[in-house]
């Protein structure tokens, strides 16, 4: 049970299928409080899903670019559990026109979108949960490893450096305070918003062949360990760090047979 006791904030469930959802469930079962975040017409989807969590709960109204609402979620928080613990930033979107081979013909209101959306969200999502974490905390966000450049991703790729970097800055200024700040690098999974991707599934079957430790599409408890991990006091003196858990991927330059 290592986050019995612990009160935690999951963004990003959409459906079962989310790793979100995952994060939250195994999070109930290590013995956390969970609320989570929709908004919009996914807010319905997220209903469903957290009905089916061991213990269902409520959804918060929360669209990450809307002051209004983080400052709601806030309130909430604090009118119900009197502060917070942790919370998972599982946030990411970028435009139709922003993926799938078009980067050099994404126009700059795309990119800004991806980047506010993916990026800057998880430094207003900070501001906004970080005042209530009294007796320190975690922030955990969801990357995808932008070391390198990859075929489709594009835009998003270029998100995701960026939030790796703020992930920095945000381990940088919240330490202090004693909240830690920290990213997953996850091997692609078969989401509902990774299937939405142009060319997912080719980018997907490049961890089959090379992963050392090989990757299963359709597994994200690894990475759900992970973050629960992360959340819990076991990574206290963690801070300003990407875990990856992809199966190795990121460590090997070309599959162990060519």
């Known amino acids: 049970m290592i986050l019995a006791g612990k009160r935690l904030l999951i963004t990003g469930v959409i459906t079962k299928d989310s790793i979100a959802f995952h994060a939250a469930s195994l999070a109930q079962q290590e013995g956390a409080q969970v609320l989570l975040t929709s908004f919009g017409r996914a807010r319905r989807l997220t209903e469903r899903a957290a009905a089916r969590l061991p213990q269902p709960v409520d959804v918060l109204e929360l669209d990450v670019n809307r002051s209004s609402d983080l400052e709601a979620v806030a309130g909430e928080l604090g009118s119900r559990w009197g502060g917070v613990d942790g919370a998972l930033h599982a946030i990411a ?11 050099m013909h994404t126009p700059p209101e795309s990119a800004k979108q991806a980047f506010e959306t ?52 945000l381990a940088r200024d919240l330490g202090p305070q004693g909240v830690r700040v920290n990213l997953v690098a996850a091997g692609p999974l078969g989401t509902l918003a990774a299937r939405g991707i142009p060319g ?38 963690i801070t300003g760090e990407i875990v990856h858990v992809d199966g190795g991927f990121h460590a090997v330059g070309a599959p162990g047979e060519v």
């Open 93 to 103: 979107f970028a435009p139709e026109d922003a993926l799938g081979g078009k980067f």
């Open 118 to 169: 993916s990026a800057f969200s998880f430094k207003a999502l900070a501001a906004a949960v970080a005042p209530l974490m009294d007796g320190g905390g975690s922030l955990v966000g969801m990357d995808f490893d932008a070391a390198v450049a990859w075929p489709i991703y594009d835009w998003m790729g270029v998100a995701k450096a960026a939030l790796e970097s703020v992930s920095r800055y």
């Open 200 to 237: 997912f599934a080719g980018l997907a079957d490049l961890w089959a062949r090379q992963a050392p430790l090989g990757w299963d599409l359709d597994d994200p408890e690894p990475v759900a360990r992970a973050i629960c991990w992360l959340l819990s006091d076991y990574a206290r003196g």
